[in-house]
């Protein structure tokens, strides 16, 4: 790990001050702070199969599924979609808006549901390309299934990897997650591009994939239809961002060709997580343009991130918003593409 920073002055610092082209926001990159950085893994959590509420699903009461996909065998379900049995939403009704004053508060319509996959012991890192395919492709047909309900603004998939990325249940398990409203995340993000698409008429996330290309310091896999990067403003000390080379604003429309390439490079990314880093426990959500059809999104280019997490976020991140990472992006991307 290096003591300091040089920018192209030569001028050397102890920290540097990145800011994001996309939010405007800052990150600080303390490398002094990573000197003693160790990789100890996620905290381990068991949960025996007659136990565990995804092993057998019925059992636990558990709805019928919405979406069932079959090992190729036939012999057994590889992959189901149930309703979330403590959603954070529900059915309601999304167009009435409640006013008290200088507050504003509307119904939590939605729906909420789990991507349950079958193998009690198994960790995403260990699947194959195949296979993450097959799981992005169930991803895709719920996204089409929930954007045509009325209420439905956004639909945000996720992956908690760990008790400390949230996970409470050890079996492997996503969600999905579709709101009547934009995350403000989202919206930030959404906002960014659209000011840099009116003021450039490009596409920010094309035009950072391009300059990442030419200076190929933070690339750590690349295939026909994507690319994988450590992002120059990390939120979290290795996060990793995929997109596809081709713009499209849109991943439900991605098709089952970019999926393919999108699978490997996903692949590559969740093993290098687990093997380098000793299985920490992580995050992956995807980014991608809003349901609304009245409105144009296609300034925007969808993604995926992944935010390993290696330990409680402190003060100043809460009290400011300030992100702060100890290990720099080029030299976690020389590390996880070694």
């Given at each position: 790990?290096?003591?300091?920073?040089?920018?192209?002055?030569?001028?050397?610092?102890?920290?540097?001050?990145?800011?994001?082209?996309?939010?405007?926001?800052?990150?600080?990159?303390?490398?002094?702070?990573?000197?003693?950085?160790?990789?100890?893994?996620?905290?381990?959590?068991?949960?025996?199969?007659?136990?565990?509420?995804?092993?057998?699903?019925?059992?636990?009461?558990?709805?019928?599924?919405?979406?069932?996909?079959?090992?190729?065998?036939?012999?057994?379900?590889?992959?189901?979609?149930?309703?979330?049995?403590?959603?954070?939403?529900?059915?309601?009704?999304?167009?009435?808006?409640?006013?008290?004053?200088?507050?504003?508060?509307?119904?939590?319509?939605?729906?909420?549901?789990?991507?349950?996959?079958?193998?009690?012991?198994?960790?995403?890192?260990?699947?194959?390309?195949?296979?993450?395919?097959?799981?992005?492709?169930?991803?895709?047909?719920?996204?089409?299934?929930?954007?045509?309900?009325?209420?439905?603004?956004?639909?945000?998939?996720?992956?908690?990897?760990?008790?400390?990325?949230?996970?409470?249940?050890?079996?492997?398990?996503?969600?999905?997650?579709?709101?009547?409203?934009?995350p403000p995340d989202v919206n930030h993000s959404i906002d960014g591009s659209r000011r840099y698409f009116h003021k450039n008429r490009a596409c920010i996330h094309c035009e950072i994939i391009g300059q990442e290309l030419k200076e190929n310091k933070r690339i750590i896999y690349q295939n026909k239809h994507t690319v994988l990067i450590t992002p120059f403003t990390s939120k979290a000390n290795f996060e990793i961002r995929i997109f596809p080379k081709k713009h499209s604003a849109y991943f439900e429309k991605t098709s089952d060709d970019e999926l393919s390439s999108f699978s490997e490079a996903m692949k590559f990314a969740l093993f290098s997580i687990?093997?380098?880093?000793?299985?920490?426990?992580?995050?992956?959500?995807?980014?991608?343009?809003?349901?609304?059809?009245?409105?144009?999104?296609?300034?925007?280019?969808?993604?995926?991130?992944?935010?390993?997490?290696?330990?409680?976020?402190?003060?100043?991140?809460?009290?400011?918003?300030?992100?702060?990472?100890?290990?720099?992006?080029?030299?976690?991307?020389?590390?996880?593409?070694?």
């Open positions: 790990m290096f003591m300091a920073l040089k920018n192209k002055k030569n001028i050397l610092s102890i920290s540097e001050l990145r800011q994001d082209p996309v939010f405007g926001d800052f990150i600080l990159l303390a490398p002094l702070r990573g000197q003693r950085y160790k990789f100890r893994g996620r905290i381990k959590t068991k949960l025996s199969k007659n136990k565990c509420p995804f092993d057998n699903l019925s059992k636990f009461g558990n709805l019928p599924p919405v979406l069932v996909y079959q090992n190729e065998n036939k012999n057994d379900w590889f992959l189901q979609i149930i309703p979330n049995k403590y959603p954070m939403v529900g059915h309601g009704e999304c167009s009435l808006i409640f006013q008290n004053g200088l507050y504003k508060s509307r119904s939590g319509s939605g729906f909420h549901e789990l991507v349950i996959l079958r193998d009690h012991n198994r960790y995403l890192a260990q699947y194959s390309a195949s296979e993450i395919k097959k799981i992005l492709m169930a991803y895709r047909e719920r996204y089409l299934s929930l954007a045509k309900d009325k209420c439905v603004e956004y639909i945000s998939i996720f992956h908690n990897h760990g008790k400390e990325a949230g996970s409470t249940v050890p079996h492997l398990h996503s969600q999905i997650l579709a709101l009547p409203v934009l687990y093997k380098k880093l000793k299985d920490p426990a992580f995050n992956f959500f995807i980014h991608t343009a809003p349901t609304n059809k009245n409105r144009d999104y296609n300034h925007y280019h969808w993604h995926m991130e992944i935010l390993p997490r290696f330990g409680t976020t402190g003060s100043i991140e809460l009290g400011t918003g300030l992100n702060i990472i100890s290990i720099a992006p080029e030299e976690a991307a020389k590390l996880l593409k070694a």
